[in-house]
């Protein structure tokens, strides 16, 4: 049955103008070796395992409990922050972001970020009706004056670091000078930190315009999951609680994310072997003939000369290898590279090498 199709609904000028944000591929398990949208290669912690099955055989009749406490504790205890009240859950890194959209940026205001960089916040400004500017990186990597100029309808600034696509850091002595010429509050996006050697945790407790996002989805292995967290000054936490859904983690995730952050010698394990892998992955892409930008994340962009970067990502996704093409426009275009195991990074290196003797 056809269904109809109506064209009188008045949906918000925003939201029919916008164009939606595009994930990488998910295809089913099993078919592509995977390394496009940065998950990590490895199972989760064991002790994660073990708490979803508790909590599976818990009250799910009952709704989960709305401040996920035993999480923002054992955060806060992982993290060496002074209590829970520094730490709101999320729906992943990506609620989190919406709700200091939602909190921060009214209709017409703007925030901004650098570019090339993580595009989901153009669109979570969009949603909002707001205006969105992007300040470009300079060649290498490095953030122009422009980034830290303040201006009155300007109310959030959003620096993902490390960086994604490029994997490249801001220091945190750059990030509080930054956050001092500001007028509005500058989110690092740590969705990558742990694989990098530094992080802004302790910035954010000398300031208060400066509030951190980290997710589970990438060293913790839990991208399917979906967890997230800020860290923020506790009033500010207690201020963006009031806009969250009542319950927007669910009561087997908070159990999962809880065991998570108790696994702490699991994740050093598991960074020293992934940062290893990409280590190898950087050299032998150089080897490759590729420009290579040295990554403090767990994933590696890269370019080539022949400028052949969607046909090399065609040719991988024909052999069942899925890596990320990306195209940002003038400034150019090239590939990300997720750190998969040894054997994945060895096969991906493999197909590559037949891609360059096939294009060039
Ligand atoms: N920030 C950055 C920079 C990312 O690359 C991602 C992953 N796409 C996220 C945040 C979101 O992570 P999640 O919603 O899985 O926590």
Redesign the pocket.
């Given at each position: 049955m056809a269904l109809p199709h109506c064209t009188d609904l008045q949906f918000r000028p925003a939201l029919t103008q916008m164009k939606p944000y595009a994930?990488?591929e998910q295809p089913p398990p099993g078919k592509f070796i995977k390394l496009n949208?940065?998950e990590n290669p490895f199972p989760p912690p064991p002790a994660v395992v073990r708490a979803i099955t508790e909590a599976a055989n818990g009250p799910l009749n009952r709704y989960p409990d709305p401040l996920a406490t035993s999480f923002r504790r054992a955060a806060a205890e992982a993290l060496g922050l002074p209590g829970p009240e520094w730490v709101l859950a999320?729906?992943?890194?990506?609620?989190?972001?919406t709700l200091l959209v939602r909190g921060f940026v009214g209709e017409s205001q703007s925030l901004r970020l650098p570019t090339p960089?993580?595009i989901?916040y153009r669109t979570l400004a969009d949603i909002q009706g707001a205006k969105w500017e992007q300040v470009a990186f300079t060649e290498d990597w490095q953030l122009p004056a422009e980034f830290r100029q303040p201006r009155e309808d300007l109310r959030l600034v959003l620096l993902?670091n490390?960086?994604?696509p490029s994997g490249t850091v801001v220091p945190p002595s750059e990030i509080e000078s930054i956050a001092d010429s500001l007028t509005c509050p500058l989110v690092v996006?740590e969705?990558?930190a742990d694989f990098a050697e530094e992080n802004c945790l302790d910035l954010v407790q000398r300031h208060e315009r400066i509030l951190v996002?980290?997710?589970?989805?990438?060293s913790y292995a839990l991208?399917g999951v979906?967890?997230?967290f800020l860290v923020a000054q506790p009033h500010v936490i207690a201020e963006l609680t009031k806009i969250k859904d009542s319950y927007n983690c669910d009561a087997i995730s908070i159990a999962a994310a809880t065991a998570a952050m108790q696994s702490q010698t699991w994740l050093a394990d598991v960074v020293t072997s992934v940062n290893c892998t990409r280590a190898r992955l950087e050299t032998e892409l150089a080897g490759l003939g590729f420009d290579v930008v040295p990554s403090h994340a767990n994933f590696v962009w890269c370019t080539h000369p022949s400028g052949e970067h969607r046909a090399i990502y065609e040719f991988l996704k024909a052999n069942q290898i899925l890596v990320r093409y990306m195209d940002f426009g003038d400034w150019g275009d090239g590939l990300r590279i997720s750190v998969g195991t040894d054997d994945q990074i060895d096969a991906c290196l493999l197909m590559i090498q037949r891609a360059l003797a096939k294009l060039t």
């Open positions: 994930p990488g949208t940065n999320g729906n992943g890194s990506d609620e989190i972001l960089s993580y989901l993902p490390p960086n994604s996006d969705a990558y996002t980290r997710t589970l989805s990438k991208a979906r967890f997230g």
